[in-house]
């Protein structure tokens, strides 16, 4: 498809971007540009676009606005040692975002369109990269139903966008241990959308989120909808448990987690390190007596965002453990520095996981 480009008539100023990118923190600055692709049933994806960064006009019965039909990506440009630029497994995101989109009703978008898009974005914002060490270029790739209809039925309109928001390193010093919240929410049900990337997820988070917040906590943790005691996945972010003897556990794909990329990559890590990795259920309360116990060495969280991030502390209803030493473990930190270095071309990518864009 042929993408028109619009450069932005009134960039921001060299100076002004220079400042921002010392220290950008996360999701709250934006480089110029956006891509922009619309969708109408019987034509398809067609008016493909890469121009300024500016609202989008919509009609106020646009359906998303009503019903929440939107599906959205995380994923990260990384400025390599040798000064180039790669995505990380960009066709895992837009395979991903397919499967959202067959959950909630919306039209796929051909993977190389996908990866086409995000491309030219961090091509035309390049000088966006923040100049903090560990900084990248986070990208949001979304999708949602812009038809004007009340009506309750799949919209046969989307609009397909891609923004780009440099992101400072995570963590400045170090990787501190998160605490997390034990919620008696309940994020996604069997049958329902948890195994998609889709707004109304977050929506359903944000009580308990606040709740963890308010109580000091810096993650929410969500056990099943059925029996509230197996472990599911953080507010955004999966698990994995560090057992004594080599193995390690992470909650299986059954349809009410969000089958991370990170988590995906990890398995293959810890399975490169010769460590047995078990998809297996695994509850609260056999977490807290391995915690106890010793048997479990680390808890790890992890995401495109966070990469990698200790789990120190677990409270909830029944009283707080410890995990460890309460810090980051070795096996965190290790994993955490080969996945970085695969990502900034400083390990071998020995698994084709780097797209590099220069
Ligand atoms: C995006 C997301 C993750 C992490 O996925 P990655 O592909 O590793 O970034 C985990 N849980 C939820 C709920 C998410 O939305």
Redesign the pocket.
Known sequence: MEFKTLPHPSPTPAADRTAALVDPGFGKLFSDHMVVIDYVEGKGWHNAMVGPREPIALDPAASVLHYAQEI????KAYRQDDGGIALFRPE??AR?LNASADRMAMPHIPEDLFIEAVQKLVAIDRDWFPSVEGGSLYLRPFMFASEAFLGVRPATEYKFVVIASPAGNYFKSGVPAVSIWTSEYS?AAPGGT?AA?TGG??AA?LVPTREAFNRGHDQVLFLDAVEHKWIE??????LFFVMDDGTVITPPLTGT?????????LIQLLRDEGLTVRAEMYSIDQWRADATSGKLLETMA????AVVTPVGTVDGKDGAFTIGSGGPGQLTNKLREQLVGIQRGAVEDTHGWVMRLD
């Open positions: 959205f990506e995380g994923m895992e995101n991903r994020r948890g990337k997820n977050y988070s996945e953080l507010g955004g972010m999966n987690i969000l089958p991370g990329i990170t988590r995906n990559s992890c995401g495109t965002a």
